[in-house]
Antibody, heavy 124, light 106 residues
Framework: QVQLVQSGTEVKKPGASVKVSCKASGYTFTSHYMHWVRQAPGQGLEWMGIINPSGDSTNYAQKFQGRVIMTRDTSTSTVYMELSGLRSDDTAVYYC?????????????????WGQGTTVTVSS | DIQMTQSPSSLSASVGDRVTITCRASQIIDNYLNWYQHKPGTTPKLLIYAASSLQSGVPSRFSGSGSGTDFTLTISNLQPEDFASYYCQQSYNTRLTFGGGTKVEI
């Protein structure tokens, strides 16, 4: 079955970086763009950006420009999200989520399968 | 960025009720509107895409409507497993944004 499995809980100090992984299985990895979305405690969902696993192109939310890098490894069907310059308000659950469109050349910006979430805590 | 405003932010309902959640976009987004359900400790679940299309496997008691700037999610015959938070999300442009969420409580 289609599955996205994320890496485990992270605890980081302010100013550090975190890299979260998301391993896909059960479908053709390069056919679907992948999004990253986060949810801070008590807050709503916040979109961070998207990567095309086929061509490695990315589109980041303006809020995270300069601080986030999304990459992929097609040999392991894994996408990565690295966030630098961590602050306490980056404490959140981070999700990868597959784009619903499976054409590999187009993203619908609608997410049909989600990873289990990775908790990132930023604290001194 | 397109602002998405949901109302109400929370509501109380009973099993069997009909519940309506509204979502308003700050500009016309045609039908590029999706709805998600999110329960604590679980992953968000796509319910409705393109404003009114039911995602595969989602019960038919969920329905969506609207176009332009105003949209609704309706849950008919509310079930115990439907108590959750619901989010709208616009996909009109590549700067994807979510609404603030509506928590449906018992």
């Amino acid at each position: 079955q289609v599955q996205l499995v994320q890496s485990g809980t992270e605890v980081k100090k302010p100013g550090a970086s975190v890299k979260v992984s998301c391993k896909a299985s059960g479908y053709t990895f390069t056919s679907h763009y992948m999004h990253w979305v986060r949810q801070a405690p008590g807050q709503g969902l916040e979109w961070m950006g998207i990567i095309n696993p086929s061509g490695d192109s990315t589109n980041y939310a303006q809020k995270f420009q300069g601080r986030v890098i999304m990459t992929r490894d097609t040999s392991t069907s894994t996408v990565y999200m690295e966030l630098s310059g961590l602050r306490s308000d980056d404490t959140a659950v981070y999700y990868c989520a597959r784009d619903r469109d499976g054409s590999s050349v187009y993203a619908e910006y609608c997410m049909d399968v989600w990873g289990q979430g990775t908790t990132v805590t930023v604290s001194s | 960025d397109i602002q998405m405003t949901q109302s109400p932010s929370s509501l109380s309902a009973s099993v069997g009720d009909r519940v309506t959640i509204t979502c308003r976009a700050s500009q016309i987004i045609d039908n590029y509107l999706n709805w998600y359900q999110h329960k604590p400790g679980t992953t968000p679940k796509l319910l409705i895409y393109a404003a009114s299309s039911l995602q595969s496997g989602v019960p038919s008691r969920f329905s969506g409507s609207g176009s332009g700037t105003d949209f609704t999610l309706t849950i008919s015959n509310l079930q115990p497993e439907d108590f959750a938070s619901y989010y709208c999300q616009q996909s009109y442009n590549t700067r994807l944004t979510f609404g603030g969420g509506t928590k449906v409580e018992i």
